[in-house]
């Protein structure tokens, strides 16, 4: 079983930074060879995509956050982040990451993250 652990979520005033992590317990071939993503859901609603990285390091983002996150991987790690700078209140928001491999059905999430900017 593929477990996702999150942290880094937290309190912080418009324009600040947050970075968030997430743990993968999975060998190591499976994550490197895994796409990675970051999700966010707010309060009524739908769980929404911000940011994918893929195997080879290509990295997809939300418009909402282009220029202002960053995605990223650490293979040796087993983890993924999200560097989130200059941080608005409607990025407010419960953070999950995300696992799946490409031709596959099987994905994992992790148990989520709040994030809340204050303005």
């Known amino acids: 079983q593929v477990q996702l652990v999150e942290s880094g979520g937290g309190l912080v005033q418009l324009g600040g930074s947050l970075t968030l992590s997430c743990e993968v317990s999975?060998?190591?071939?499976?994550?490197?060879?895994?796409?990675l993503a970051w999700y966010r859901q707010a309060p009524g609603l739908q769980r929404k995509s911000v940011a994918d990285?893929?195997?080879?390091?290509?990295?997809v983002y939300a418009d909402s956050v282009k220029g202002r996150f960053t995605i990223s991987r650490d293979n040796a790690k087993n983890t993924v982040y999200l560097q989130m700078n200059n941080l608005k209140p409607e990025d407010t928001a419960v953070y999950y990451c995300n696992i799946r491999w490409s031709g596959s059905l099987n994905t994992y999430w992790g148990q989520g993250t709040q994030v809340t900017v204050s303005s």
């Open positions: 999975t060998s190591r071939s499976l994550f490197s060879n895994s796409v």
């Open positions: 990285i893929y195997s080879a390091g290509s990295t």
